[in-house]
């Protein structure tokens, strides 16, 4: 091909290699933990699965090539792959972390990390000049996410990587590219050093799966994770890698008709009388909507709400819906409706993080957006 190819077709074909002993054209499921050897030590690059398995392999190189990455390592789970990056830093390391962050994140950090003798700090970074303040001496790591979970804010990431890469210490900037997917925006051509998904959501797609990935650039920290990957062994297993290999082909379809759903329905519930706040990216009314349209290709599927008549309503709302479930979790075809507050960030619960319990959060799937409409306005 004259012109390198557009995302809606590497996606579909990227880390597609017809199977090399009969020619399938999707990576089967190698559903083995180890592979005979013809001497010691010779054999075909395959030893043991916990170090190499080729669904895994085909995942791997796909998601690398979609992040603009040059390598990708494969986790059982988001957290997994969250835990591998924080497996990079050293007792008396710091961690900047954007304030508004997945429950989840902020309780191994804070759980488990903190711990360990690794100090973390939460600002918000939709300021870059005021979060960059908060770097230290002994910042090793900035963790961000844009947008975040469960508030929709976005950070600069480009203006953040700049800003941080003219310091002496050079901490490693981490994106959670879970919400955007990297149809929306590449972190790791922004300037980040390591994207981070809960292939759990978007990348998997269809609520089917427990999987999670890092991917970089550099060669030194693929070897690292590669080292980490093999030594931790925290590795999803073949049939979720096949899983979020066949979730991925439709990514580019699928993202753009959640945003499409999500941005009609971030604009009606504006209009609704129970509705004190809307959190979306691409709304006029959100405080970065100029920023949105410069790093993000679309708004995504996730929208965030608060209701006039606080935690009740916000529960009885929660509750009343049919089409979208009450369920945690996030960027499946199928739309989810949560709580943010006493589901997914319970966790958070009387820290500097904790969520309104007034706020709602909206998965918008797939689904005809007239059906969703009508469902929204039932549960009012
Ligand atoms: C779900 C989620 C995670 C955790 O991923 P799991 O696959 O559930 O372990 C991390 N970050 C974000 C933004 C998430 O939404």
Redesign the pocket.
Known sequence: MKNSPKFETLVVHAGLDPDPSTGAVVTPIYQTSTYVQDQISKHKGFEYARTQNPTRSALEKALALLEAGTSAYAFG???AA?DAVLKLLKPGDHVLAVNDL?G??FRMFDKIYKQYGISFSYTPATDTAIFLEQIQENTTLVWL?SPT?PHLSLCDITEIAENTKIRSSTPLIAV?N??ATPYLQQPLLLGADIVVH?T??YIGGHSDL???AVVIQDSDLAEQFGFIQNAVGAVPGPLDCFLSLRGLRTLALRMTRHAENALVIAKYLQERPEVEQVYYPFLRSHPQFSLAHKQMKNGGGMISFTLKGGRESAKSFAESTKVFLLAES?GGVESLVEVPALMTHASTAQSALEVDSALVRLSVGIENIDDLLEDIDQAF
Do not use: A, V
């Open positions: 789970s988001g957290m969250i997945y989840g994140t996410e979970n959670d879970t919400f809960s759990t959501k427990i999987g999670g996030l």
